[in-house]
């Protein structure tokens, strides 16, 4: 009797798995969420917030944000949000590439698991380029300038692309001055680059032929910076060999990873000793968007408004780069702000990867 | 009739589910892979341009694989050899220090890849790596050590593999019956001699299922040719497939291309494998007479053994450990001064306690662990009975597609789990149970291997005599082949158990907001820059799971396993 029972139940527990597979496929797309943020978006700009904190009370008091934010960023973040307006904040946290194939699964199937997302500039197009994200319109906007502003996604904060360098190793006379230094023979074996900095690369190129270089000197010049240098993986990885004095220079780092390694008293910079920095200092857009068919529209909402708002202080407080005036906020200080070519980048990607990825290992370009 | 009455018997349904379940974890991954590398761009027909943006143009195609195989290859011989020889010597011999064996076979399995090459590079780096400066500067006026090699990434994934080796060959020797050991030396052959024509041969099913292992697994890891091979522009397969999916728009096609040719190579070192154990008679050593292993008295040689035991010790564990220690204790990681000596603190230690997810996430780390060991285990011990025992047709097959998971890179399988679990009615996507699945499936090749290996030992005059003497299948598979299969089971349990508390490739596409696990602390540390905090969590985390691994072979011994006072 018992071995039957167990039969049929394992018989069961088959017919589950079996049908389950081709079982078919639900479209649980909230198109309540559509509504919601209609309702918002039509209201004059003085009362949209009070009118997101209304309905966001009505689903629930949470949501769920994905984000790249280090941990010891979004945890912060998400905890002045919850403070602000008493609404819990689930984070999932994942590089960019993550969050935007997690997002992009999501969609496809019709089950949006986030309501808000925050990540890198390039994963931000895509996910707009996959109409995964639905445009802002509130008073917030205001303060951001026009090249952090996109279809339906703002900048929230900015990545600084700088050299990194250990103050140990590298002494004031031989501080690099200038993005072609990085290709001098004094550099030899000292240099690091990162092998997924191709935005980097695409934009100190397109800098260097719009004041006057040759394609060939360009060519040149990168020929010899990649000479120089050894390719590492991860930006945190390296600036923790940097820290530690097992690499001297890096091409490029974040400069908000320099600053916290060099706040934690590690002996790194990407300031001259003068304090002032005349390299063309790109900074690269990471935007925050509201998920089309969210579950917690209105909480999105409001998230969208805060970041650009009261979460700009927090970020500064973080010591990050906030993409509209904060006061307080030195992170620009002694850098040379250059334009961050947005269009060239979002249309060409790939190309601009392959580039890279053929110049760090020596080989040449099909096609170049 | 008598065929569907057959079928419909326990013994039908279990060994059906088995296999049905197994070949569904397996074919999932490899259904979502290769449509995504033979479609065409148009979505419509096959197409071969995948392979050609894969290996054509300036791919280096030639170098790469190479750089692959001589890696994978000089890893899995080193591994190997190390692993091979600490059994024999832990289980075959009366050498001294027994007790550190279980370290030396756990540590290096536990410390997460990126750690453990991390410790090598602040040993090993030509310039300013310990050994060089503390060591080999001062002694010989030479810094001889390269970490950043070729043989370098040998010597990291060889020392981080053995372990594998370790486990699988304890049990081969624990099962293996010494009287024709002895009957040799009986005979006047030497002690060479009798580990060259008797010992090795006997073992050979073990030995092909560790080396097909550590070989798939050295091509299919990253973390070493990562963080090493870069710096000199030394590429493998995985940099490759690495480069494809971090560039936007993905190309999954050329990612899948990439894991075809690894497929490709697996697949031959399967079929290679299983020919080498064609004539799988000759290896069966545990048969219906008893035997109890003698040690090998060591006699002159003990005290020798006894320093190479202690050396080997101290080069796997102790020095990796000893760096993620002062590591951890440090605010940021610089090489030994008095500066750095004098600021070391024990925040490190407390930032971890602090972490909100502190508590949690070791639980379901522990909870999946122990979950897609259990599984894992008892799924592979009955298919690999439909392998090895029966004539079923397609038992081929089922090997090799329960091989297949260990190339598929980790984000494609997550990607297709998401897919499928994204459209199923059952509550699985967003809970524990999809990171279980996919646990399952990506350690099914681990637990196939270790099962296969036990029972490709066994004589089937066991199970002859047991059913002669009028035992169900059941029982005789629950009293008498599991038993005797035990050391290979639990040994593979525990490789599952601890290994799947690093898994994070696929985990950080498939957990869940409050569903965190270690692997994904870990990373969320090593994210942060935080080396020394991540130190600190290495630390905690090998404490934890030898503490956790003890008490499984504990509780192995009291449930009849062989344990060392055996030998």
Known sequence: MRTRNTTLAVAGLLVATVTGCGGAIPTASNSKADGVYAQIAKLPKDQQVAKAQELAGKEGKTLSLYTSMTADIATPVAKAFEQKYGIRVSVFRGNSETVLQRALQEGQAGKPGADAVETNFLEMTALSGNGMLVPFNGSALDKVEKTGKFQDWTASRLNVFQPAWNTDLIKPDDEPQSWEDLALPKYKGKLTLEISDSDWYQSVTKWWLDHGKSQAEVDRLWKAIAANGKAAKGHTTMMQFLTAGQTSMEAMNYTYITDRARAAGAPVTHLPASGVSKIPAFARPNGVGMIKGAQHPAAAWLFYHWLLTDGQKELVKLKLTPSTKVPGDKSLDGLTLAPFDVKTLSSATGTWDKKYDALLRGVDTVGN | ?567
């Open chain 2, 1 to 567: 009739m008598r065929i569907v009455r057959s079928l419909l018997s326990f013994q039908g349904l279990l060994v059906g589910g088995a296999v049905v379940i197994v070949g569904y974890l397996a074919i999932v991954p490899l259904g979502y892979l290769i449509h995504d590398t033979f479609l065409s761009s148009d979505g419509t027909g096959v197409s071969f341009g995948a392979f050609s943006r894969a290996y054509g143009g300036n791919a280096q195609a030639g170098d790469m694989l190479l750089n692959s195989m001589w890696f994978a290859l000089g890893s899995a011989a080193l591994a190997l050899v190390l692993g091979t020889t600490l059994a024999y010597v832990q289980v075959r011999t009366d050498t001294p220090f027994k007790g550190l064996f279980f370290a030396a076979s756990l540590v290096p399995l536990i410390v997460p890849g990126i750690l453990y090459a991390t410790s090598w590079i602040f040993l090993g780096d030509p310039s300013t790596g310990i050994l060089n400066s503390l060591v080999f500067e001062p002694l010989f006026g030479a810094t001889p050590i390269n970490i950043y090699s070729v043989w370098g990434m040998i010597w990291v994934q060889g020392l981080h593999l053995a372990p594998v080796a370790f486990l699988l060959m304890v049990a081969a020797f624990r099962a293996m019956d010494p009287s024709l050991e002895e009957s040799a030396a009986m005979s006047g052959a030497n002690r060479l001699t009798v580990l060259r024509r008797v010992t090795v041969p006997l073992l050979r099913p073990a030995m092909i299922s560790a080396a097909l292992l550590m070989f798939v697994q050295s091509l299919e890891s990253f973390e070493v040719p990562g963080l090493l091979g870069l710096q000199n522009g030394i590429y493998v397969f995985t940099s490759r497939i690495y480069f494809v999916l971090r560039a936007y728009p993905v190309d999954y096609g050329a990612a899948g291309a990439y894991a075809i040719g690894l497929l490709l190579i697996a697949a031959a070192g399967v079929l290679l494998s299983s020919w080498l154990q064609r004539s799988s008679r000759n290896f069966q050593t545990v048969t219906g007479k008893a035997f109890r292993p003698r040690p090998v008295e060591l006699g002159r040689a003990r005290p020798f053994v006894g320093v190479a035991v202690i050396l080997y010790f101290l080069i796997t564990v102790v020095l990796p450990v000893a760096v993620l220690v002062y590591a951890s204790l440090l605010k940021y990681y610089a090489a030994p001064s008095r500066k750095a000596l004098s600021s070391m603190t024990l925040d490190n230690y407390r930032a971890v306690l602090d972490m909100p997810l502190a508590f949690t996430a070791p639980k379901n780390s522990l909870l999946l662990g122990v979950g897609a060991a259990t599984a894992v285990m008892v799924l592979t011990a009955v298919v690999s009975w439909v392998v090895l025992r029966t004539k079923a047709p397609g038992r081929r097959l089922l090997d090799l597609l329960a091989f297949t998971p260990i190339v598929i890179p980790g984000l494609v399988l997550g990607l297709a789990l998401s897919f499928v679990y994204l459209r199923m009615p059952l509550p699985i996507y967003g809970t524990l149970l999809i990171l279980l699945i996919s646990y399952c499936t990506r350690y099914l090749p681990y637990g196939m291997r270790y099962s296969s290996a036990a029972m490709a030992q066994m004589s089937p005059e066991l199970e002859e005599s047991a059913h002669v003497s009028g035992a169900s299948w059941f029982q005789t598979f629950r009293r008498v082949l599991l038993p005797l299969m035990s050391s290979g089971i639990l040994a593979g349990w525990v490789y599952i158990l601890v290994v799947s508390f690093r898994e994070l490739s696929s985990t950080i596409l498939l957990y869940s907001p409050g569903k965190e696990v270690l692997s994904v602390l870990i990373w969320e540390q090593f994210e942060n820059g935080q080396f020394t905090t991540l130190a600190a969590l290495g630390v905690l985390m090998v404490l934890l799971l030898v503490l956790l691994v003890s008490i499984a072979y504990r509780l192995g011994a009291r449930f009849g396993l062989q344990g060392d006072s055996a030998n």
